[in-house]
């Protein structure tokens, strides 16, 4: 099977989102992750290993756009190096990236690697896209299940958020990748900020639960850089459409 778009992290949550859209629109996909899996109805399935660097010359075959979603807590910057290589070698036409907003900004490891796998598409030399989000309100959900497992909920203060929805950030992605490549484009955010306050206690009412709160402060340069909220994009930021509260009344009975 041919394939002109190549999906990594094609079996995650956005991933999951994106690849039927891309059929819909009349595109053959492959999607390349490091189990593989059985292809079907104009999705192949290929495996190979981005930070091992093992298999991406082999998916790469036959491809003309690389959408790269596949990310982890660490070594994205390393990942997307060694995608980038084989996509050169490939003559791929368009490269597009998914990234976070803050990348360039916020003192912290994983930032620091996005902003390297971002700069890694940039000198590839091939045409690129580049979107920077926010965090998923599917990523929101799990970290405040996590948090609110005991008696006490913390309350880091000046941590603010616009988690934006994955269908939403799904949706941009398919249009930038069936497009013209365009470089950096606007940030992707949710339609509101929530201080990490808001954010429980929306949760907590939602899971029909109570919670103590504790105000706690984040120290040094990571603590600065949240309550400046460099982690944010409130201008010139594509916003969508459903909020925190939309994802919660789908996602969390009572």
Same mark, same amino acid.
């Given at each position: ?65 690389v959408l790269h979603l ?8 390393? @990942?997307?190096?060694? $995608?980038?290589? %084989?996509? !050169? ?11 976070? /907003? &803050? ?6 490891g994983y930032f620091r ?86 954010? @429980?206690?929306?949760? $907590?009412?939602? %899971?029909? !639960? ?11 340069? /990571? &603590? ?31």
């Open positions: 099977m041919s394939a002109s778009i190549l999906v990594t992290g094609g079996t995650g949550t956005l991933g999951s989102l994106i690849v039927p859209q891309l059929r819909e629109a009349g595109r053959e996909v492959r999607v390349l992750s490091r189990r593989g899996g059985t292809s079907a109805d104009g999705v192949e399935q290929v495996r190979a290993d981005l930070l091992k660097n093992e298999g991406i010359d082999d998916a790469m075959k036959g491809v003309d756009t596949a990310g982890g807590a660490k070594g994205d910057d390393e @990942a997307t190096r060694n $995608l980038v290589r %084989a996509a !050169k070698d490939a003559d791929v036409r368009h490269l597009v990236y998914i990234s976070v /907003i &803050g990348a360039n900004t916020m003192p912290i690697a996005k902003l390297g796998a971002e700069q890694a598409v940039t000198g590839s030399g091939l045409p690129w896209t580049t979107l920077r989000a926010a965090q998923f309100n599917e990523l929101v959900l799990k970290m405040m299940g996590s948090m609110t497992k005991f008696p006490v909920v913390p309350n880091p203060g000046g941590l603010r958020f616009q988690p934006v929805d994955g269908r939403d950030v799904a949706k941009r992605m398919v249009e930038l990748t069936l497009g013209a490549p365009s470089g950096l484009v606007a940030d992707l955010t949710g339609p509101k900020v929530y201080t990490m306050g808001e954010l @429980a206690r929306g949760y $907590l009412a939602a %899971a029909g !639960k109570r919670r103590l709160h504790l105000p706690v402060r984040i120290p040094g340069k /990571i &603590g600065r850089a949240y309550r400046a909220g460099v982690n944010l994009s409130l201008d010139k930021a594509t916003v969508g459409t459903r909020t925190w509260e939309d994802f919660l009344a789908e996602h969390v009975g009572r």
